[in-house]
């Protein structure tokens, strides 16, 4: 009889009497009748019996099984009822069917199967759970990819099914299968510690929990790191020592590599504030030892959070200067500001070999650290970089040390004889472009001394045509000293620069310059300036023509005393307010009773208070004689 044959002779019999011959031929070793009983089974028809090809699905070759594809809807509602109807026991079949067919959305029958007693059913569920928890695990992945890129990614109801069997596999996973389960969570990585925290904080002596911190100090680096930095800051008590701890004893570099990565990423306010306060730090032991090389901006947020961390100051530098040995100068120079805002408490041994050996944008900010924090080297550190190749870090040092020599310059001056004092100041000159503006800037100086010793410097350095504006303004000073020094470098003996230099200022757009002018060609006591003095009478400004009219008379030109009487009977009120001073200066013969003429009829208040001073303060002598 045909194998056809008897399939219709079964088909005759009763469904009782038939069974039994359909079940063993599905149990035959022999591929042809199994699936011609399969196929047969599966017809449409008073017949079919799915319940019974899920129920031998496990005897069935590896084709077939395949080929049962098609009516794979089918075949996982029956799998399915006879799995959540508990205790059948053919349940095996069930779940070998949902883990060779099941799609994602399967994962949620699965996991009933993993506490079984029958030891064949918990491994063929977690078998299959696995297997659909690690391909949602490689979709998760890549949905993150594509979020990067602007993509937007849901989730279905099969992947929210896959998500909460994981959490109902982690609940109630049987010890034996422990490190199983473990090994998928690393696939998940960190975002299934939402899932996960609750068993640990409430049940951390189960196997699953064993089995997750032994892993971590193990386990794939990537996944191992985002864990326990995360642990290390919990907010629960128990989980931060876990992740302390891992960090604590796990050295391998690929491991530090990560975990400065994550640290380096923290940016949430609670989540910094808990690095920052990490009793110990216990996260820099494995992080210092491949701080050389990380990446460029992991390094540079890295340092940005070490100089934030509550150590004692010299030990948080120590951590900062960690950076120093980084290949990039970028890293190595925002390791140097980091230092630089610290001050450096422990010393600066550490940037002075960074100004030895280190990147040129690194040096540069070594610099500025030495610079600004004056350290009692500073010149010994610098002077190696004035020949530098980096125009920059040349002129920052050069300035520096200019600064520094200028300093000391001047506070040895006066201990120097003549000779010595001229051939540093020329020295200084040839390294120092800014020597002129330094000695400019001690010339505008509140203290008469410091003023003076910068015009004995100008003088040394015959510069006083460079430095022309200033020398001017004090030809005014208070300090006769410094007055009678600035008319000596201005015009040191009637030379022909000098008085070149005073005629210029009589021209000078500013009134108060051309009255000093005006008062230096007095000073200078020679009558052959009158010619040039005569011309400034007609001024436009009152003090200047005053002045000259002063200076005229004492450099003995009679005619300067009509001018001085004509000023006090101007139209002018300034006018005569300031031929009243220069007529009180000059004190001619006559001048009190002129004065005293002017007060009888003066109209102006502020005019006849002027007077009444210069009156008041007259000599004893009735008057001067001419």
């Known amino acids: ?33 199994q699936t011609a009983v399969v196929r047969w089974l599966l017809q449409p028809g008073a017949g079919r019996r799915p319940d019974l090809v899920v129920d031998h699905f496990g005897a069935l070759p590896l084709p077939l099984q395949q080929e049962l594809s098609a009516q794979r809807d089918e075949l996982l509602a029956v799998a399915r009822e006879k799995i959540v109807g508990g205790r059948d026991p053919r349940r095996l079949a069930a779940f070998q069917l949902v883990a060779a067919l099941g799609d994602l959305g399967s994962a949620e029958v699965l996991v009933l199967g993993i506490a079984d007693a029958n030891d064949a059913v918990a491994d063929t569920a977690l078998a299959g759970l696995v297997v659909r928890l690690r391909s949602y695990a490689q979709a998760r992945r890549e949905a993150l990819e594509q979020a990067r890129d602007g993509v937007p990614v849901a989730r279905d109801a099969a992947q929210e099914a896959a998500w909460q069997a994981l959490a109902t596999a982690l609940r109630n996973c049987p010890d034996a299968r422990a490190e199983a389960l473990c090994a998928v969570l690393f696939e998940f990585g960190v975002v299934s510690m939402s899932l996960f925290r609750g068993v640990l904080v409430t049940k951390p ?55 400065a990565r994550e640290i380096a990423a923290v940016r949430d306010d609670r989540s910094l504030a808990m690095v920052r306060n990490l009793r110990d730090v216990p996260w820099w032991g494995t992080v210092q030892y491949v701080l050389p090389g990380l990446d460029g901006d992991t390094a540079r947020r890295l340092i940005a959070v070490v100089a934030e961390l509550r150590l004692e100051p010299p030990k948080r530098q120590a951590h900062l200067e960690a950076f120093l040995a980084h290949e990039d100068g970028d890293v190595q120079a925002a390791a140097v500001k980091a230092l630089h805002a610290q001050g450096c408490p422990a010393g600066i041994e550490a940037v002075a070999r960074v100004l030895r050996s280190g990147a040129v944008v ?68 040839k390294i120092d472009n800014q020597m002129l503006d330094r000695l400019a800037e001690e010339i505008g100086a509140l203290d008469p001394s410091r003023r003076l010793k910068a015009l004995r410097i100008v003088d040394v350095l015959d510069a006083g045509q460079e430095l022309q504006k200033p020398l001017l303004e004090l030809l005014d000073d208070p300090d006769r000293r410094v007055r ?120 102006a208040g502020r005019v006849r208070v002027k007077l009444r001073e210069v009156l008041a303060e007259w000599p004893s002598s009735a008057e001067v004689p001419s």
């Not at 219709?8 to 009497?17: D, H, N, S, V």
């Not at 359909?22 to 009748?33: C, I, K, N, T, Y």
């Not at 007609?538 to 001085?564: S, T």
């Open 484 to 603: 009678a020094t600035a008319i000596r470098i201005v015009e040191l003996s009637g030379s022909y620069e000098g008085v070149k230099v005073l005629l210029a200022a009589l021209s000078d757009p500013d009134r108060r310059v051309r009255a000093n002018a005006v008062e230096a060609f007095e000073e200078l006591a020679d009558p052959r300036f009158v010619q040039i003095l005569v011309p400034v009478l007609r001024d436009r400004d009152n003090r200047v023509r005053a002045n000259a009219a002063k200076a005229l008379w004492q450099l003995g030109w009679p005619e300067a005393r009509d001018v001085m009487l004509a000023m006090l009977q101007d139209q002018d009120e300034m006018v005569r307010l300031s031929a009243v001073w220069a007529i009180g200066e000059s004190q001619f013969a006559g001048a009190r009773a002129a004065l005293e003429a002017r007060e009888a009829v003066e109209p």
């Open 362 to 429: 690194a040096q540069r900010a070594a610099v500025r650290l030495v610079i600004d924090l004056v350290p009692a080297q500073r010149v010994a550190l610098l002077t190696p970089l004035l020949g530098s190749g980096d125009v920059e870090l040349r002129q920052l040092a050069v300035r520096e040390v200019s600064k520094i020599s200028f300093k000391r310059y001047l506070e040895r001056f006066d201990q120097m004889d003549e000779a010595t004092r001229a051939i540093a100041a020329k020295a200084l000159a």
């Open 205 to 259: 002596e189960a196997a699953i929990c064993r089995a997750f911190v032994g892993r971590l100090g193990t386990g794939p680096a990537p996944a191992s790191a985002q864990f326990v930095v995360q642990l290390a800051l919990d907010g629960d008590a128990n989980l931060q020592r876990i992740g302390q701890q891992v960090l604590r004893d796990r050295r391998d570099p690929e491991f530090g590599r990560e975990v």
């Open 1 to 33: 009889m045909s194998l056809a044959d008897t399939l219709r002779y079964l088909q005759e019999l009763p469904t009782a009497r038939r069974q039994p011959y359909l079940e063993a031929a599905l149990q035959e070793d022999h591929s042809g009748v």
